[in-house]
């Protein structure tokens, strides 16, 4: 490292007495060059051995000594860095820096209460008490205390409404604990407070968002970049909002006014790829896709993208290999193995779609769409009676789910058993009447079944 940048003529000469065995004489400041040079290079064996020099020809240099105990606490000797800071606090007891590096020696320690207690020490008499305010946060959320993470991250932002760690660990606390409403309150009162902190906006719109209110977010987004027209995360987070709106042409401009001078952005481009999906633009999707692939092999959702595109394009011999491959890397994934089921059922690949089908039942038996879509693959192969095998499975699975049951009653209707098909339904109107219209969609046959429409007719 050290042909990098120039050596220190401090360095030098503190070298050369030691390679002849003489003493040498530094001041202060002098010394703590020759040791941030050495920490700097990465050599903390000689960085300590400098250090332990320097505190013998100052013994009462406070600098020398926080330095001295930090250099022990990198090297794992914590004990040690500990019982000189308990020394030299007896020569500056208002010196906030000696707390300060015991608070993140016992947090290093995992002691998190140690390091609150003497955290709390330093707040007295500190230039930016708000920094210290989130130390303590931060060893209260590793105390698993959130209550306590938030109170502090909340005075922090009182004393300085612009520190940008205080805002992003309280926008974490709110989404690890799913504190939606609470996140919006919090960072509305931080917009009070100052109405031109770009951070504070963006992470309303991310809490609005969260809270499914995507016009209030996007205003939130908007008023970020009023702010900071450079806001990359705001550009991104706008074109979220929008795709969610079904807004996809104004959301793939959002997202490329993220990062705009970084083309390998794969996230940027993954959701670009998206937008152009549902616009069923599959050429340009695919043009996306295959990007993110090649600058990430492994990203599944690339893959299985590419594999979407080329099904909706007819080639599903192609997007069944896609598929597989992408599910090399996520092969726990419930709805690639749904979309991989049913792309072998286009193909008219009866076991391969039963065996995908019945991977994703496996790993996550709750999952209703999993048993509609897969009893759904079975009717359209040809196979009306393994799906209702399946549904009676389901129902048994998960007793109480209505489109199940619904599921049931078309089949049976559509295959000429209207009796079976009237019970099943008169079940599942009974559970739940709102879901009725979701039949059609998902068997759209039923539109010309005289059995179904007269029996709708008896429940109402």
Known sequence: MEENFDIPWQVTKYEGANSKGRPVYFDVDDFEEIVEHYVFSNLFEEAIAAAHYACKLHPSSVPLILLKAQLLANLNQEDDALILLSKVESLEPNNNDIYLTKGAIYSQLQDYKKAIEEYNKAIGTADDP???????????????????????????????PDNDLAIYEAAYCFDLLSLTEEGIAFFQKLIERNPYNAEAWFNLGVSFINAGLYENA??????????????????????????????????????????????????????????????DDYANALQYYRKCSQLD?????????IGVCEMELGNAQDAVKFMEHGLMFDNDNVNYLCLLGNTYSMINDQES???????????????????LEYAEALYNLGDPAGAIELLSRGIEALPGFSSILYAMAAIHFLIGKPDEGGFCLEEAWATDPENLDNIIKRFPKLKDNNDYFEAIDRLK
């Open 297 to 305: 092999p492994e990203m599944a959702d690339a893959w299985i993208g």
């Open 218 to 279: 996007l205003e939130a987004f908007d008023y970020s970049l009023i702010i900071n027209k450079n806001h990359d995360q705001s550009w991104f987070h706008k074109g979220y909002a929008l795709s969610l709106l079904d807004r996809h042409l104004e959301a793939i401009s959002a997202y490329e006014s993220s990062s705009p001078d970084d083309d390998n952005d794969v996230m940027k481009l993954f959701y670009i790829g998206e937008c152009y999906e549902k616009l």
């Open 353 to 371: 779609a039963q065996k995908a089908y019945e991977q994703a039942l496996e790993i996550d038996p709750s999952d209703e769409e999993s048993w």
């Open 130 to 160: 708000d920094y210290i305010y989130c130390n303590i946060a931060l060893e209260y959320e590793n105390l698993g205390n959130f209550d306590k993470t938030l109170e502090y991250l909340d005075k922090a932002l009182n004393v300085n």
